[in-house]
Structure formats: structure tokens, C-alpha cells
């Protein structure tokens, strides 16, 4: 019997791109409702700060249909949904997950990145400045998640087969991101290091003494 490998290949291709357009779904629909949760953070911060310090300004701005910023002393948190979505080689933690070997679909996943910088990377425009990964979450097929990232975060949510996404976890995603940004602080540069400059860097860097945050220590452990 001749083989029809034409429709092995279509079957195949249908087949993943219906996983993987339900899968951009969710997580888009995941990445909306934490812009609005965001927002309401926000708008609750800036009431209750105000009341004891005006000064004290925290801002939250959409920049794009897949990236939003909270903006909050001298740091910045910035959110990205990437639009693809992946998978991992066999031998990831996920991947060993005995809730993501019983279906095929369950290999892909949508992804949502916290990242922490300095404000003054944004506002100055500083190319060369580094932020720090606080946290990834990862979306199926059937709206479970979980999050790796930073041992600073103190979250629980690495259980796939039992964490389902709500707007009480992502609320609890948001705010944590926030407490370990503010935890995270600067280190200066020894003076060592900056006892001697040239014009070019002087005039590239609107400070010469560059800070740089402490980082964070991450946890890539998943359990079952």
C-alpha cells in the first residue's frame, strides 16, 4: 500500500497549528487580564502612597498589544508576551512532568517574561544597561500554568497538572514581581574601576559612575 505522506504532513500540520493558535489565546487572554489587574495595582498604590508620601510616584504604561510597563521609584518592570510559542528538548524538568508526557499538546506553551531594569535605563536611553529576568510563565493548551524565576519571588507555582490561571494569581504574579524588583538593589561600580575615563565614554553616558542592580538567584527547579 502506497503511503500518502502529503496527508501525513497535513494531518501533522493541522494538528499543531490548532494546539498552537489555542494556545496564543490563552495566554494572550492570560496577558490582558494582567494588564488590567496592573492597572488596578496601580491605581491602589498610588492612593494609599499618596495619602503619606506625594512624592512617591508609580505609573503603569502600555507600551504594545504584547508589552506593558510598572514604573515605581528607580525601577521599571517590564512585561512581554512573546508571540510564539514553544516547547522544550525532552530532558527539561517540564518535560519530565508526568501531567505534560500524557498528551502531545501539552509539550507547547505560551510565555509571559517580567523583566527588572533601572528607570534611568528607559529614560536616558542607555543601550549597554542590563535587566534581570524575575520570572517566566508558561501557558497550555488547557489554561494550567507554571512559573519559573527568581528564588526571591517565594511562589509556589510550579505544579502544571494543578495551577489554573485566575485573576488571584495573577494578581499575586504582579505583586510579588514588584516586591523583588524593589529588593533588588544597586551596586555601585568600585573606584577602582572608574578612576579613569575616556571623552567617548563620558559623553556616552550621561553618568559616569554606572550602577548596575545586585541580580537575582534563580530557581529552575519544577516538581511533579
Known amino acids: 500500500m502506497e503511503v500518502d505522506r502529503l496527508s501525513d504532513i497535513i494531518n501533522?500540520?493541522?494538528q499543531k497549528s490548532i494546539t498552537k493558535q489555542a494556545i496564543?489565546?490563552?495566554t494572550r487572554?492570560?496577558?490582558e487580564r494582567m494588564k488590567m489587574i496592573s492597572m488596578d495595582v496601580v491605581?491602589?498604590?498610588t492612593d494609599r502612597i499618596t495619602r503619606q508620601n506625594a512624592e512617591v510616584i508609580i505609573e503603569y504604561k502600555e507600551i504594545s498589544a504584547h508589552e506593558f510597563h510598572i514604573?515605581?521609584?528607580g525601577d521599571l518592570l517590564v512585561f512581554v508576551m512573546h508571540s510564539n510559542i514553544i516547547t522544550f528538548p525532552d530532558d527539561y524538568e517540564i518535560m519530565r512532568n508526568s501531567y505534560v508526557e500524557k498528551d502531545f499538546k501539552r509539550r507547547f506553551f505560551g510565555h509571559i517574561m517580567a523583566y527588572n531594569f533601572m528607570a534611568d535605563t528607559i529614560k536616558y536611553n542607555r543601550l549597554d544597561d542590563t535587566g534581570y529576568l524575575i520570572g517566566?510563565?508558561?501557558v497550555n493548551i488547557e489554561n494550567h500554568f507554571c512559573i519559573e524565576g527568581v528564588k526571591q519571588m517565594e511562589l509556589s507555582y510550579?505544579?502544571?497538572s494543578k495551577n489554573r490561571i485566575t485573576d488571584k494569581v495573577l494578581r499575586i504574579l504582579v505583586e510579588s514581581a514588584i516586591i523583588a524588583s524593589i529588593n533588588n538593589d544597586l551596586m555601585g561600580q568600585p573606584v577602582s574601576d572608574i578612576e579613569k575615563i575616556t571623552y567617548k565614554h563620558k559623553l556616552e553616558n550621561l553618568h559616569l559612575s554606572r550602577t548596575s542592580k545586585v541580580g537575582f538567584i534563580m530557581n529552575h527547579e519544577l516538581t511533579q
Open 71 to 73: 514604573k515605581f521609584s
Open 12 to 14: 501533522g500540520l493541522e
Open 43 to 45: 491605581e491602589e498604590l
Open 158 to 160: 510550579d505544579r502544571i
Open 29 to 31: 487572554e492570560a496577558f
Open 136 to 138: 517566566r510563565m508558561l
Open 24 to 26: 496564543y489565546r490563552n
